[in-house]
């Protein structure tokens, strides 16, 4: 276990790709498991109800694949699809929990007296980081350029956050 925090530590790093990720269903399996525990995990300590944070993860997990695997296929790289998914959701997983303790300090400020400023930019930085990390597994997993993955991670970001406002507003 360690040695598989160790590999997504170092892709969150930049050190390693989708390709040093070994090729198996039970990996995959394990981390799409964890991925989605520590996205419900996040989105329960934000005092979200259960179902729709069960929603939300599930559509993540679904824009996640889809768009992942349509991607690959469309450019000729199918083949890529188990280890580049194992990877974006560990490291997706990963970062959920760095997210955790921030979002719940960012929960405790308060944004009129401007106590939020710290936790707030710590939390920008880490969502730029994810963008980041997306890019270079996808850099890798496409065999392109980096700006064109970054370009990907955003799309799929803005994807999510747009789908997610329109499924589950939050007044």
């Not at 936790?119 to 730029?128: I, Q, R």
Request: aromatic fraction near 10%; include cysteine.
């Amino acid at each position: 276990m360690i040695a598989l925090f160790n590999l997504f530590l170092d892709i969150c790093l930049l050190r390693k790709g989708p390709q040093d990720v070994p090729s198996s269903a039970a990996l995959l399996q394990l981390s799409l498991s964890i991925y989605i525990i520590a996205g419900l995990v996040l989105l329960l300590a934000l005092e979200s109800q259960v179902g729709p944070a069960l929603f939300l993860v599930l559509l993540d997990l679904g824009l996640l694949t889809g768009l992942t695997y349509g991607l690959l296929n469309m450019l000729g790289r199918g083949s890529r699809f188990g280890q580049t998914l194992t990877a974006l959701a560990g490291t997706g997983a990963l970062l959920q929990l760095i997210a955790w303790p921030l979002l719940g300090w960012l929960n405790q400020t308060d944004v009129q007296q401007g106590t939020a400023t710290l936790p707030s930019l710590l939390y920008l930085a880490l969502l730029g980081w994810n963008i980041v990390i997306t890019g270079h597994i996808l850099r890798h997993a496409l065999s392109t350029t980096l700006a064109f993955g970054v370009l990907y991670a955003f799309g799929y970001l803005m994807s999510f956050w747009v789908l997610s406002d329109w499924l589950v507003p939050t007044g």
